[in-house]
Structure formats: structure tokens, C-alpha cells
């Protein structure tokens, strides 16, 4: 499977830090104040993928369910933390129904993947399901920000909109339907334009980790349709049932507003 | 000290033992209501004056619910308004804010929206002929029905609002400065359609008013609210 990899050594993998260098030398340039932003991700990207390397050899090499969900589990934690920290809104609480929210739409996609499409053996397989889950979960978090941050800005910028409706006998959901349908599209519209351009502007991650793997690229294709179809459904899932969950949350006893 | 609520009538609208603070992190509370009891009868125009800042718009929000008191009870037609479900209080209820707000559509979608919610259910929407009429009501009878309701002027709006309100047939109208925005023709045909709203259909209104102003042909039950404390003033 591997024979077509060539091995990276460690002094050839130094050889990229020059591409750090040169994002560096432009911030430095045009004074962009993005220098110790450039190294600490440079940092974190050796550190955290070596360490998810260490993991996934242990994972694999013990290949138990029970190392594989909790696994998946801190990774959709990080993933729910990531989001969360990235929506400015503290007027309401959110962040445990979002990480319970993530969690379970990923973990259904996930073993819906792998069970019914890829048909590993068994469907925890960590092989398989650890990084399809990964992929769902890295593409999704951003949508699941993008609508909930809209949902919240939404709310507060059209909130005597919602409070008309209110005053005329709306229930909550009425009266933030038409945010709710914003906040939605906004969260769905990144994966949906990138289904678009695959293939024609882009080789994505796996299909281009596959061929450089050695595998027949008609058969990376497919794997590739699955995960894009797959981040597209999680996406939708993913951001109907937050937002869903989370706007129920704006509003108090007596469904008062609770942004304005 | 001067009475705060107007005795031996049955309310409608009533507060007792009132107590509001606005919170803001790291501030102490804002009192705008300390113990303040209100009795408003029904079919009765009851108007409310008082400082900028003193917490009228606050009072009116209390009746529906979009504010809820520290302590104290808020009642409509004596039963508490926390034990009914906020949309139907609402539609018991109607409070007019003080910007006029429309949806985007034209100005029949707009004197419709309420009728699109589920606390409208076996309410039949009302025809053509009958939106006109609202609008002749309020000297707005020249606006087309097709009519973008955003292109139109504050005043014109405020009137859409307004007829939109008495369309859906509330008990209480709590209106929160209606005519501060307009000009005079666009406020006398709003002040004459709340009076007709309490004279002729026998609802009981509540109006803020941040400016000296008397009703033409009803006789005000006054309130002034200032620096916390809600006074009934009948001499003023």
C-alpha cells in the first residue's frame, strides 16, 4: 500500500519550516504584527500532529473501541471549545448544548460512514473512523460557528424586529424564523461552494493523501465524494439542530428576548 | 405622599408592590420602579408622563412581559400575567413600540403578519375591504395595499403599526410614545384611533407620553412616574 511513499526525513521536514519563514519575512515587511502568530502555529502544528501521530499508532495498535470513542470524544470536545471560543456572545449560555449538540451529529455521520458506506470491519475500525470522524469535525466546527455567531449577531440586530412579532402573538420560533433560516445558509454555503470547485480547483486533503499513498486515484475519488458528501449532510445537520437548540436560549421566562 | 393606584374600581390592568432595577456588571442596580401599585379599569385611557430615563417605556413592557418585575405582581383582568402563555397574553396585550417596526414585504403582508402565527389560529384573516378601512381609519386610506411597506415614512408607518395592532382585536393597547416622531396630522389620526380604540370598542389604553399632551375626547386617568416612585395624579 505504502510502497509508492517517499519517507520524509527529519532534515528535509526542517527544509519546510523556510515556508514559516517567508509568511514571517512578509509580516515582518509590511508590518502586519503577525510574527508570533506565524511561530506559535508553526509550533503547534509540529507538536499537535506529532503528538496525534504518537496517538493514533497507539490507538491502532490496541484497536479497541474503547480507546476509539473516547478519542473521537476529546476530539469533538476540541472541536465544540474551538467553535465556541470563536462566537462572541456571552448573554447566553451555550456552550454545553453545543459540545452534546456536535457530539452526537458527529458520531451519528461518522458510524453512518463507516458502517453503511465504507463498510469497515468492524465500523469503529480506528483506521477508518478516526480520521473520517476528524474530517467531520474540523469541517463542521467552522460551520457551526459561522451560523451561530450570525444567529447571535442577527438577534441583536434585529431584535425589534423579533420583538414586533412578539407583541403580535408570535411564539419564539416564530418571531426568529427568518434569522434562524440566515443563520443556517451562512453555516451551509462554505461546504456547499467547496463541492463546487473540487476537482476543478482544489484536490482535497484525503484524495490527495491517497494518491500520494499509492492508491489507484479512481478509487481516491470515491473515497473523496464520500467525505465531501458526508461534510456537506454533517454541515446541514450540524448547523440546523444548534441553532435549532441554541435559539430556544435567547429567550427568557416569558419568552423575553434575552439580546437586544 | 400621593396615591399611587385609583380606588375602589376593579382593574384591568393593575401592578402591586411593583419593584425594578436595571443590572449592568460592576454598577449598582438602577431602580426605575420601587413599590409602585397601579390600577387601570377597564375601557379607561390611562396616561403615563414622566422624565426621559424614568422607566414609563419599562411599566408598559411589564404588562406583557417583556420585562419581568424584581418583586411585586403584574395582573390583567385579576389573574397574574405570568399564568398565561405569553403569545396569547399578547394578543390580549398589544404593546406598540415606539419606532415603528415592519418586515420586509408589502403593506398587506405586513397588516397580516399576525395573523400568520399559530395564537391566531381560528382567527380568519381579515379581506381587503377591511385592511382599507383600518388604514381610513388612521387617514392612511391613500396608501396602496401593494405598497413596499419600507419606503414608507416614519408617520406612515407608525399608522401601518398601529392599524396592524387594532386588526388582531386586543383588550389592551400599551402604547409607548405613538406621536413623539410624527407630525401633527399623522399624530391626531393616531391619538383619534387609540381614543376610538377605549370609546368605541370599550379596550383599555395605556399611554406613554414624555411630553405635556391631553386626549381630545376622553377624559385621561393620569399617572407621572419619576425617579422610581409611580404617583396617580387626578388634580394635574
Known amino acids: 500500500m505504502d510502497a509508492g511513499v517517499i519517507d520524509i526525513p527529519t532534515w528535509r521536514l526542517a527544509l519546510a519550516l523556510v515556508f514559516s519563514l517567508v509568511a514571517g519575512g512578509c509580516s515582518i515587511a509590511l508590518k502586519l504584527g503577525l510574527g508570533r502568530d506565524i511561530l506559535i502555529g508553526t509550533v503547534r502544528t509540529f507538536v499537535q500532529l506529532f503528538l496525534m501521530g504518537w496517538v493514533l499508532g497507539i490507538v491502532f495498535a490496541i484497536d479497541s473501541p474503547w480507546l476509539v470513542l473516547p478519542v473521537f470524544l476529546l476530539m469533538a470536545a476540541a472541536a465544540a471549545q474551538t467553535a465556541r471560543a470563536r462566537v462572541k456572545e456571552s448573554a447566553v449560555a451555550f456552550a454545553w448544548p453545543m459540545y452534546l449538540g456536535m457530539t452526537a451529529v458527529y458520531l451519528l455521520v461518522t458510524t453512518t460512514v463507516t458502517g453503511a458506506i465504507v463498510h469497515a470491519q468492524p465500523w469503529w475500525k480506528p483506521q477508518y473512523f478516526l480520521p473520517i470522524g476528524g474530517m467531520i469535525l474540523g469541517n463542521s466546527m467552522n460551520s457551526v460557528a459561522v451560523a451561530l455567531d450570525r444567529l447571535f449577531s442577527d438577534m441583536r440586530a434585529r431584535a425589534a424586529a423579533v420583538e414586533m412579532k412578539l407583541c403580535l402573538g408570535a411564539d419564539p420560533a416564530e418571531a426568529s424564523a427568518d434569522i434562524v433560516r440566515d443563520a443556517v445558509r451562512a453555516g451551509m454555503i462554505p461546504s456547499i461552494n467547496s463541492m463546487m470547485a473540487v476537482g476543478l480547483v482544489s484536490l482535497p486533503g484525503m484524495m490527495t493523501g491517497q494518491i500520494l499513498g499509492g492508491s489507484d486515484p479512481t478509487q481516491a475519488i470515491r473515497y473523496q465524494i464520500v467525505v465531501m458528501l458526508m461534510i456537506v449532510g454533517a454541515t446541514a445537520l450540524g448547523s440546523t439542530l444548534l441553532t435549532l437548540i441554541i435559539r430556544r436560549r435567547c429567550f427568557g421566562p416569558g419568552d423575553r428576548p434575552l439580546l437586544r | ?236
Not at chain 2, 198 to 220: I, K, M, N, Q, Y
Request: charged share 20%.
Open chain 2, 1 to 236: 405622599m400621593p396615591r399611587t393606584d385609583t380606588p375602589g374600581i376593579s382593574a384591568h390592568l393593575a401592578l402591586a408592590g411593583v419593584r425594578f432595577a436595571y443590572r449592568r456588571a460592576g454598577q449598582p442596580p438602577h431602580v426605575v420602579l420601587d413599590g409602585a401599585d397601579m390600577t387601570v379599569p377597564r375601557g379607561a385611557f390611562a396616561l403615563l408622563t414622566g422624565p426621559s430615563g424614568a422607566g414609563k417605556s419599562t411599566l408598559l413592557r411589564l404588562f406583557c412581559r417583556l420585562e419581568e418585575p424584581d418583586e411585586g405582581r403584574v395582573t390583567l383582568a385579576g389573574r397574574s400575567v405570568d399564568e398565561l402563555p405569553p403569545a396569547l397574553l399578547r394578543r390580549r396585550v398589544c404593546y406598540l413600540q415606539q419606532t415603528p417596526t415592519v418586515v420586509p414585504g408589502s403593506v398587506r403582508e405586513n397588516l397580516l403578519l399576525p395573523f400568520t402565527f399559530k395564537s391566531a389560529a381560528g382567527q380568519p384573516p381579515p379581506d381587503n375591504a377591511e385592511l382599507a378601512r383600518r388604514l381610513d381609519q388612521l387617514a392612511a386610506g391613500d396608501i396602496p395595499l401593494d405598497q413596499e411597506a419600507a419606503t414608507l415614512s416614519v408617520g406612515q408607518r407608525q399608522r401601518l403599526c398601529l392599524a396592524r395592532a387594532l386588526l388582531t382585536r386586543p383588550e389592551v393597547l400599551l402604547l409607548d410614545e405613538p406621536v413623539s416622531a410624527l407630525d401633527a396630522d399623522s399624530a391626531r389620526a393616531v391619538m383619534d384611533a387609540a381614543e376610538s380604540f377605549c370609546l368605541d370598542d370599550g379596550g383599555t389604553v395605556l399611554l406613554v407620553s414624555h411630553a405635556e399632551f391631553r386626549p381630545a375626547r376622553v377624559a385621561p386617568l393620569p399617572f407621572h412616574l419619576s425617579q422610581g416612585i409611580l404617583a396617580w395624579t387626578p388634580a394635574s
